[in-house]
């Protein structure tokens, strides 16, 4: 008896003479049916096409000859057209006994039993089904399925060249025929969104299903899989899987498969059948993704994602096919999908076609998150199992504000989100006309609302929302999109231009906060290479004062470019004191050293540092005399008062910023405070929230630095409250946590007549 492999090539060495035959079209899928009958030993063979929306009997080996381009189905109509809508396999033993079996009496299959049909694959659509019926009711083999694969495959190729299919028509599947679908997740970045899904690692087109030369396609594999497992064992490093949380799990199952001999061998074996090597690993991609559905563990699904994310990575290198879908451009409105993203991955796309995000993973104050805020591209996270139904191409609404997407709409669901998008616009430009308004409250007290920033193009953002300045500039971000590390002139260019577009506005500039869940690859210390827990590892000014070149360098350009100005610089995660003089010295010693270089110097430096570290809280009499301002980092103080990674997704709903904990740490830090002289505000992203914001304001909070989108609803907030009521209503409730904060102030709110967004 013939080996699965040799039997498989045997076929495919019939169907490769047939292909390279200069019959048409309609000859070869003849054959070809042909083939795969008379080598499954089934009475039937038949090939279905979609044409004009049905699926057609274009080929068949055993039907009535006659029903040969008069048989139609719809996509979901009979076993054939559920292989196609849900493009997925059958092998049935008894087909009569499935819920879809249709019977057609103009084709005469009524005398067969078993069926099994895979779907025709083209551009990640399925645009036909081959399928072979025999009068036993029996379940075809594994390895008959698999050479129906292979041939399924083929088809495609033919199809593809013969444009037996209409792209259009393929893409118009989506339409309709596969559903409309709502996914939903959890709201990371509220707003709303129309355009086509884009896999951020797009999915590899195989443009050749037959090998020319085994031995060179064995090779070529070979070779894929040593540079996979070298970038699976440097990926701990990068941004894509450096942002904690599920990564460590993640990675661990990405090892495991790379290095699985199962999957290398059983890739060699769909070689030897005469494959190439991209056909190969689809096949076996196509059997895996099978045998994991019948097993329908929800554990092995999610594994099964990770093992998919693989196959296409090895395709990705095999075929040459790399870069992400930024570096192919976006051609039209884009909804991004990807399981999680580094905030220099995201900023490499066109801001004016990326109209929204969709990401597996992510948690609110993840650095993707709040670089996708800054840009204003609504983010629906935690959207799990989202590769099942999203497909290359889909038209999807985004409603974040919601936290759902809508796969493939209706023509009414479109129509209801049109209108909704509709009301949003209203509502934007209602907040346009906020941005000369001063956010003085009810009562009469001035509130100081500035915006958070870290690229140049953010600085428009300024004049548009009428900000007090900016509160944050995360210089970091120029670090992050550089390839290599910016140099002095192009940091002080920056910066001057970001002051200049300031104009008499303050702005300030918090030093590089690089590591943690913003690695650089240029600048890798050894220390934090091998940092199990990034979030609070060598990172931030921990990893600036021990590069003290950095560190000098950013000092010596912020100086330069504030020149005749006023300088105000923040130093991220002190978490002593003597942290903070060590940065402040760097500073200094630039200023005597630019001095001695008669440059111009700034009028005045204002130095500040960032609350992050729940130590620091402790201390705070020791640090406040050295200081200007103080400056609360709520998204990394949570994440370390709580003991919670901000970028673990499974942990992002779990804890709540109106909670008692932060709450009345927050409180103490402004009792403590008070008094000092030193100017206290919050700029971590809990301040860009209406509710949140309330809550700041009634411990006597008045200074936030928010995301530019958040502006205008927080000037809208701060006008409609009394601050003598709010600060009574919170130290009340602070007193006695016994209620639920969030649930009190809402009431409140209501109760007030504030107008919550
Ligand atoms: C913070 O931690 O709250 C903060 C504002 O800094 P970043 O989000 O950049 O870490
Ligand atoms: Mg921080």
Same mark, same amino acid.
């Given at each position: 008896m013939m080996s699965a492999a040799a039997s498989a090539r045997a076929i495919l060495t019939r169907l490769h003479d047939v292909m390279a035959t200069r019959m048409h079209a309609q000859g070869k899928l003849d054959a070809v049916v042909d083939i795969i009958g008379t080598s499954l030993d089934s009475e039937v063979c038949s090939v279905y096409l979609l044409r004009d929306g049905m699926l057609e009997l274009f080929a068949t080996r055993?039907?009535?000859?006659?029903?040969?381009?008069?048989t139609r189905m719809a996509l979901g109509e009979g076993l054939t057209g559920t292989i196609a809508a849900n493009n997925e396999m059958l092998n049935l033993?008894?087909?009569?006994?499935?819920?879809d079996f249709l019977y057609l009496p103009?084709?005469?299959?009524?005398?067969?039993h078993s069926y099994a049909g895979v779907p025709i694959v083209y551009r990640t659509r399925a645009v036909g089904v081959l399928c072979v019926q025999h009068v036993d009711p029996r379940r075809y083999e594994d390895v008959e399925i698999e050479a129906l694969q292979t041939t399924a495959m083929v088809l495609s190729e033919l199809i593809a060249n013969a444009e037996l299919v209409d792209e259009e028509e393929a893409r118009g599947l989506s339409e309709g025929h596969t559903g409309t679908q709502s996914l939903s997740g959890l709201t990371l970045v509220k707003g709303l969104a129309a355009g086509h899904a884009v896999f951020h690692q797009p999915r590899v087109q195989i443009?050749?299903?037959?090998?020319?030369d085994i031995e060179l396609e064995r090779q070529r594999v070979y070779r894929a899989f040593d540079k996979m497992r070298e970038q699976i064992d440097s990926?701990?490093?990068?941004a894509e899987f450096g942002v904690g949380g599920e990564h460590e799990e993640v990675l661990q199952t990405y090892k495991m498969f790379a290095y699985d001999e199962g999957w290398s061998r059983r890739i060699n074996e769909a070689i030897d059948s005469g494959l190439t090597a991209e056909a190969a690993i689809e096949r076996v991609q196509q059997h895996t993704r099978l045998r994991m559905r019948e097993i329908d563990d929800p554990l092995l699904a999610d594994r099964m994602h990770d093992l998919e994310d693989l196959a296409n990575r090895l395709l990705r290198i095999v075929s040459g096919q790399l870069g992400t879908a930024a570096s192919q451009g976006l051609r039209r409105d884009a909804i991004l999908i990807a399981r999680n993203l580094g905030p220099a991955e995201l900023l490499e796309y066109d801001r004016r076609r990326l109209k929204g995000v969709i990401l597996e993973e992510g948690s609110l104050t993840a650095h993707v998150v709040i670089v996708a805020r800054a840009m204003g591209v609504p983010v629906l996270g935690r959207?799990?199992?989202l590769r099942g139904f999203i497909r290359e191409g889909d038209e999807i609404l985004l409603d974040a504000d919601a936290a759902l997407a809508t796969i493939r709409p209706s023509t009414a669901v479109a129509e209801a989100f049109d209108d909704r998008f509709a009301k949003s616009r209203e509502r934007q430009a209602a907040y346009a006309e906020?941005?000369?308004?001063?956010?003085?409250?009810?009562?009469g007290t001035r509130i100081e609302v500035m915006m958070n920033a870290g690229l140049r193009?953010?600085?428009?953002?300024l004049a548009l929302t009428?900000?007090?300045?900016?509160?944050?500039?995360?210089?970091?971000f120029q670090f992050l999109v550089s390839a290599t590390l910016p140099q002095r002139e192009r940091q002080t260019r920056l910066y001057r231009d970001v002051l200049d577009a300031a104009g008499d506005k303050p702005v300030i500039f918090r030093t590089v906060d690089i590591?943690?869940?913003?690695?650089v690859t240029y600048l890798k210390s050894e220390e934090a290479q091998h940092d199990e827990n990034p979030a609070m590892g060598w990172r931030a000014l921990r990893l600036a004062l021990e590069r003290e070149g950095l560190m000098k360098i950013q000092a010596r350009s912020l100086i330069e470019a504030a020149g005749g100005r006023t300088l105000h610089v923040m130093f991220p995660m002190?978490?002593?004191?003597w942290e903070f003089d060590a940065a402040k010295a760097v500073f200094e010693e630039q200023l005597v050293f630019l001095k001695g270089q008669k440059k111009m110097l700034p009028e005045a430096i204002h130095y500040g540092a960032m609350?992050?570290?729940?130590?620091l809280a402790e201390v705070l009499d020791l640090l406040l005399p050295k200081l200007s301002f103080l400056s609360i980092g709520t998204n990394d103080l949570t994440q370390f008062l709580f003991a919670a @990674?901000?970028? %673990?997704p499974k942990l992002a709903?779990?804890?709540?910023?109106?909670?008692a904990p932060i709450m009345r740490f927050l409180q103490r830090v402004e009792r403590n405070t008070n008094g000092s002289g030193v100017s206290l505000g919050v700029c971590g992203?809990?301040?860009?929230r209406q509710l949140e914001a309330m809550a700041l304001l009634g411990i006597g909070i008045r200074r936030l630095s928010i995301t530019p989108a958040a502006i205008a609803p927080i000037k809208d907030l701060v006008r409609q409250i009394d601050l003598g009521e709010l600060e009574k209503a919170v130290t009340g409730w602070l007193a @006695?946590?016994? %209620?639920n904060l969030r649930e009190s102030l809402t009431a409140w709110a209501s109760d007030q007549g504030i107008d919550i967004a």
């Open positions: 055993g039907l009535n000859q006659s029903a040969v381009h008069v033993a008894e087909a009569k006994a499935h819920p103009e084709t005469g299959e009524d005398k067969f443009e050749q299903v037959m090998a020319e990926m701990a490093s990068q959207a799990q199992g906020l941005r000369d308004v001063e956010p003085v409250t009810k009562c193009d953010d600085m428009s953002s009428g900000a007090d300045g900016v509160g944050l500039f995360r210089t970091e590591g943690g869940d913003k690695p002190v978490s002593e004191p609350l992050e570290v729940p130590a @990674d901000r970028a %673990n709903e779990r804890y709540d910023w109106l909670s992203e809990m301040g860009g @006695d946590p016994s %209620n």
